[in-house]
């Protein structure tokens, strides 16, 4: 079954959009939108659908997440109160704790959504790639179990071209959406469908833009 992104036009681009029981990486450098477009589904999942959702941070403080989200009139503060949203500060070095805390909060809320931003700081404080693999499959594998949609976002170095730091978790993941800022060109912002298992995809470049409604796909 197909799920809506929460981004106007990108649906259309996904076949219908994403797919329950399947895990999505939002990749980009930093400042293209990642976190917003995480915050963006989270709420329209609620506001839409009555999805309750869990925003696992490894990088930012809830707070600051809050107070980022507000500016687009997503109130998530009021959200978490109503139990509707559910925000969890995570300490990256304790990635072999997550699959079992995650479950924990999905299935005491029975929450449909699940973001973590990022799974760079696993592979930051993890040297061991096996070791960051390892962690990273039994957290997935645990997303598709429960029929959840998950989004994960990882952060690209400003002079690489692959689409996570140790090119890692783009082998796990059921489709990925690459973020890009271009600054001199007449579209600053675009994104990207660069895999995409379930369905068929569009496979071109498209802008998009980010107002105080948030992201958008632009024709």
């Not at 687009?72 to 079992?100: H, N, Q, Y």
């Not at 400003?158 to 730091?165: A, C, G, K, P, Y």
């Not at 895999?195 to 569009?202: L, N, T």
Request: charged share 30%; with cysteine.
């Amino acid at each position: 079954m197909k799920v809506s992104t929460g981004v106007p036009g990108m649906d259309k681009l996904m076949g219908g959009g994403f797919d329950e029981g399947t895990v999505n990486l939002i990749s980009g450098k930093t400042g293209t939108g990642k976190s917003i477009l995480c915050s963006q589904f989270l709420y329209d999942g609620v506001m839409k659908r009555k999805q309750k959702g869990v925003y696992i941070t490894t990088e930012e403080t809830a707070k600051n997440i809050r107070r980022q989200v507000k500016n687009f009139g997503w109130d998530f503060e009021t959200l978490e109160k109503k139990g509707w949203i559910r925000m969890i500060e995570f300490e990256p070095f304790d990635v072999s704790t997550l699959t079992t805390k995650m479950q924990e909060v999905i299935d005491k809320m029975d929450a449909k959504r699940v973001v973590i931003d990022s799974v760079s700081m696993f592979e930051l404080y993890l040297t061991n790639v096996f070791e960051i693999r390892k962690a990273l499959f039994k957290v997935i594998q645990k997303i598709r179990e429960m029929e959840r949609i998950g989004l994960v976002t990882a952060e690209v170095l400003e002079d690489s071209n692959s689409l996570s730091r140790f090119g890692v978790i783009e082998f796990m993941v059921d489709s990925i959406i690459v973020l890009q800022y271009l600054g001199l060109a007449k579209y600053k912002r675009s994104l990207m469908i660069r895999k995409m298992r379930m369905g068929d995809h569009s496979t071109n470049i498209h802008p998009f833009g980010i107002s105080k409604k948030g992201i958008a796909v632009l024709r």
